[in-house]
């Protein structure tokens, strides 16, 4: 079965203080691995796409990587405004998505 | 920026009523897409577009219809609200069919429709 699963549900963290979150899937055919920022009350907004196992992306304190069954988003050194939901979401074909529940992250000041 | 709006922040409906959930895009977008996120259960495709008068039924159709008479806009319409259909709305679209650009299938969603029946 097709399905996405991101880990943990919820973290917290201490402003500075590194992790990382999960997102694995059994997708056949992967065409894309897409992580979104969901602030609350709105519509998620994208981070990166990933395209193939070993790629790597980065934009300001995360870090997006790709293996074959899984995809990390790496934060270093976080702040408070870094608090927000984060989506994984593989493509399958062009229309068809498959959604993690996500990973409520919270950084503590 | 591509700008996804949606023009009902937050709805409360009667069970039975007719919904209507507006969407519109500015950037020309070829795909169009209405999504429901419920606590647990991610983000679920209710219907799709990929040009005008064109739809495709997502994973949880029932209960819904959609309608695209133009290119920058994609109804939701609910015909007898009920209320297990409480929920956050998302619309969304892309750029084209085919991936012609890494960015081509990226969604960009509008802010969402808190959508209460009661």
């Known amino acids: 079965e097709d399905q996405v699963t991101q880990s943990p549900e919820a973290l917290r963290l201490q402003e500075g203080e590194s992790s990382s979150l999960n997102c694995s899937y059994t997708?056949?055919?992967?065409?894309?691995l897409f992580w979104y920022r969901q602030d609350p009350g709105k519509g998620p907004e994208f981070l990166f796409t990933?395209?193939?196992a070993g790629e790597e992306k980065e934009k300001e304190r995360l870090k997006a990587t790709l293996t074959k069954k899984e995809s990390f988003l790496h934060i270093t050194a976080p702040k408070p405004e870094d608090s927000a939901t984060y989506l994984c979401?593989?493509?399958?074909?062009?229309?068809?998505?498959?959604f993690g529940s996500g990973t409520k992250l919270n950084v503590k000041p | 920026d591509v700008k996804v709006t949606q023009s009902s922040r937050y709805l409360v409906k009667r069970t039975g009523e007719k919904v209507f959930l507006e969407c519109v895009q500015d950037?020309?977008?070829?795909?169009m897409f209405w999504y429901r996120q419920d606590p647990g259960l991610g983000l679920r495709l209710i219907y799709f577009?990929?040009?005008?008068?064109?739809?495709e039924k997502g994973d949880i159709p029932e209960g819904y219809s959609v309608s695209r008479e133009k290119k920058e806009r994609f109804s939701l319409i609910l015909e007898s609200a009920s209320t297990n259909q409480t929920s956050m709305y998302l619309c969304?679209?892309?750029?084209?069919?085919?991936?012609?650009?890494?960015?081509?299938?990226?969604?960009?969603f509008g802010a969402g429709s808190r959508l209460t029946v009661l």
């Open positions: 969304a679209s892309s750029l084209a069919r085919q991936g012609l650009s890494p960015g081509a299938n990226v969604l960009t």
């Open positions: 997708v056949s055919g992967l065409r894309g």
């Open positions: 990933l395209y193939s």
């Open positions: 979401a593989v493509q399958a074909y062009f229309n068809k998505f498959y």
């Open positions: 950037m020309d977008h070829e795909n």
């Open positions: 577009s990929y040009d005008v008068k064109m739809k």
